[in-house]
């Protein structure tokens, strides 16, 4: 069903919940691992994206090392006997570090009357709707993002105070909403369209483990309500119905055994593909709507009875490679769209993925294709960073050299000025060259800034500008699909502010003159000298920026060497009586032994 009519989609909240109520085990059973029907296990690593990056996964704090974040983790597998020893096997209880000391003072014979704690003591928390995070329960805005505890965010979006309490925001989105009411309400004159289905907020984790998982429903109801409260969606765009992607439409994407992998999910209460990729029973037909949503906004796009679009679909999909489910996702919703317009006519297809992680299922499902440009700007730190791949050097293979392109930032922090210097120095370059017939973002906003995960600083006006330098391509046919971003006051107002360029309106704000940091220059500079044989039109800027670069290394040694002179002879020693040993610890000449 399509949110048309219905502004807020709070009320969805209680619908998933019932139903997850109604599904829950009657014996307490714990959640199990997902089992595939042909018994054949996979194996993706060994550390899962949500307990490395971002997070630490035993007591629910945002890390704040930049070099956080490591590989995956693989799907277990086995038939119904395993599936009871793993349900024993998850019911009983880790052991912390609380159990593992209360466990000493019960070995200990001591009599003594000494208690160094008390024996029980109850803290209570709650976590920040805005972020996830975890805060005692005296405090009343969260520590981490600054987000009201009970905030209005899900009613309203980010248009709600992160202040204060939830208040009557209804005048004002009324208000909102009535000014832009006109001719586009009708679907025949709107140029934008929006995917969106309620039944994809039922995917969710059913048990809560110690912190919420941040791939959750909360992240489309706050981006509906930005867009309802500001009468952008329902009101401007139009909705398109909803149907579920076919077998035969999947299997273009992903290999058999990964189709009826997620497909049997449907059939148990709760299980896992990684430690951080859930399903429940509702997982499977939310996933393929998600990519029917995609697959149809690309021929409303192709065929021209929309202009662009936008899929605001969970869950995300650019993990999802040709036979693994990982990191959030379960069927790859970009690849799904790429392959939709191709059949619908057009030949050649780019994918511009600004999501902060890697999307290594796409890159891998397109390695070898040459009619689809893969394009990735993401955070790799030399492949500490999830997922680990997304290297400049991964160009692809088998005669499509060149397809892909990847910018792999080496620090957190990156904002705007990086991202649109790479965007006009490395995506518009080599996308102008290829002429796509359709364009596609895989927009994460992950790399927004606040978000617990990414810890980087693209503010919406960078997202605007990014998704505005794209819309020249491909004659303006341009599908923007949702995949990461966890903090909802981020996430909703960067969506909110791309939806807003695809419907005709400026970015804002002009970011054409911008610097990047020295990191990024060099960042741009590694992929110009790699992309260079592969696409001519990248000479000019190669040549200009390794002058830069020099510049810069020259002007760095020149530090250097002041620096190492300090430090091993004060200035003041130049004049006066220690002028010799000034002279001598600096380097300006050097005792010569006299020969007799």
Known sequence: MILAENPHVSSEYS????????????????????????????????????????????????????????????????????????????????????????QDLNDDD???????????????????????????????????????????????????????????????????????????????????????????????EVQMKSHPHPERPDRIRAIAASLATAGIFPGRCYPISAREITREELQMVHSLDHIEA?????????????????????????????????????????????????????????????????????????????????????????????????????????????????????RHEGGKFYPGTGAADEVGSMGAEGYCVNVPWSRGGVGDNDYIFAFQHVVLPIASEFAPDFTIISAGFDAARGDPLGCCDVTPAGYAKMTHMLTDLSGGKLLVILEGGYNLRSISSSATAVIKVLLGESPGCELDNTLPSRSGLQTVLEVLQIQNKYWPALGSSLTKFQSQCSMYTIQNKKKQIKKRRRAMAPIWWKGGRKTLLYRLLNGHFHLKRRCL
């Open 262 to 378: 997620v497909d049997h999910t449907s059939h148990m209460f709760s299980s896992y593909f990684t430690p951080d990729t859930y399903a429940n029973e509702h997982s499977a037909h939310a996933a393929r709507l998600a990519a029917g949503l995609c697959a149809d906004l690309t021929k409303e796009i192709v065929s021209g009875r929309a202009k662009n679009g936008f899929a605001l679909v969970r869950p995300p999909g650019h993990h999802a490679g040709v036979r693994q489910a990982m990191g959030f996702c379960l069927h790859n919703n970009a690849a799904a769209a790429a392959l939709a317009a191709q059949a619908s006519g057009a030949k050649k297809v780019l994918i511009v993925d600004w999501d902060v992680h890697h999307g290594n299922g796409t890159q891998e499902i397109f390695d070898q294709n040459k009619s689809v440009l893969y394009m990735s700007l993401h």
């Open 110 to 204: 001591d009599d003594s009357d000494w208690e160094p704690f008390p024996q029980h003591v109850e803290i209570v928390k709650w976590f920040c709707t805005n972020c996830t995070m975890v805060n005692l329960d005296d405090v009343v805005h969260c520590d981490i993002c600054g987000e009201h505890r009970e905030s209005g965010i899900l009613r309203h979006g980010f248009f709600a105070s992160s202040l204060l309490q939830d208040s009557g925001l209804t005048e004002i989105g009324a208000d909102t909403r009535e000014r832009h009411k006109g001719p586009q309400d009708s679907a025949s004159n709107s140029s934008t369209a929006v995917g969106f289905d309620e039944r994809m907020l039922l995917h969710s």
């Open 15 to 102: 619908l998933a919940s019932e139903t997850l109520q109604m599904s829950r085990l009657t014996n307490g059973e714990a959640e199990i691992s997902l089992h595939k029907p042909n018994n054949q296990v996979q194996c993706q690593g060994s550390n899962g994206r949500y307990g490395n990056l971002g997070f630490d996964g035993t007591n629910g704090r945002p890390c704040r090392d930049e070099n956080c974040g490591k590989e995956d983790i693989g799907v277990s597998s086995g038939d119904a006997s395993t599936d009871v020893l793993s349900k024993k096997a998850t019911q009983q209880k880790e052991m912390t570090l609380e159990d593992m000391y209360n």
